[in-house]
């Protein structure tokens, strides 16, 4: 059982950062491959980012390409995503996702999921 706890959330003007982190239960950490997904009001939920286990490999939605960042820190148990250059249309709920398959993020199939911190990026 792993249990993930996201933080960071909060309030941001159109252009600025936040940094979102997600600190995972459990003695096996680096054996799961860790993302983040996002929903907005009336939208369904969508894949965001995505990281392998030894955070070697990364993959990112066309939508973040370029300002959100997914990194990961095995000894800390935590995944963090970096988001800069927010835009008023990033404005939603991300949670933080965990599965033992990579696959896994192709969909919203992922087996751990976090209860999921507010983002709201005002114009």
């Known amino acids: 059982q792993v249990q993930l706890v996201e933080s960071g959330g909060g309030s941001v003007q159109a252009g600025g950062s936040l940094r979102l982190s997600c600190a995972a239960s459990g003695r096996t950490f680096s054996s799961y491959a860790m993302g983040w997904f996002r929903q907005a009001p009336g939208k369904e939920r969508e894949f965001v980012a995505a990281?392998?286990?030894?955070?070697?490999?990364?993959h990112y939605a066309d939508s973040v390409k370029g300002r959100f960042a997914i990194a990961r820190d095995n000894a800390k148990n935590t995944v963090y995503l970096q988001m800069n250059s927010l835009k008023p249309e990033d404005t939603a709920v991300y949670y933080c996702?965990?599965?033992?398959?990579?696959?896994?993020?192709?969909?919203?199939?992922?087996?751990?999921w976090g209860q999921g911190t507010q983002v709201t990026v005002s114009s």
């Open positions: 996702a965990g599965d033992r398959t990579w696959s896994a993020f192709h969909s919203i199939n992922v087996h751990y």
């Open positions: 990281i392998g286990g030894s955070g070697g490999m990364t």
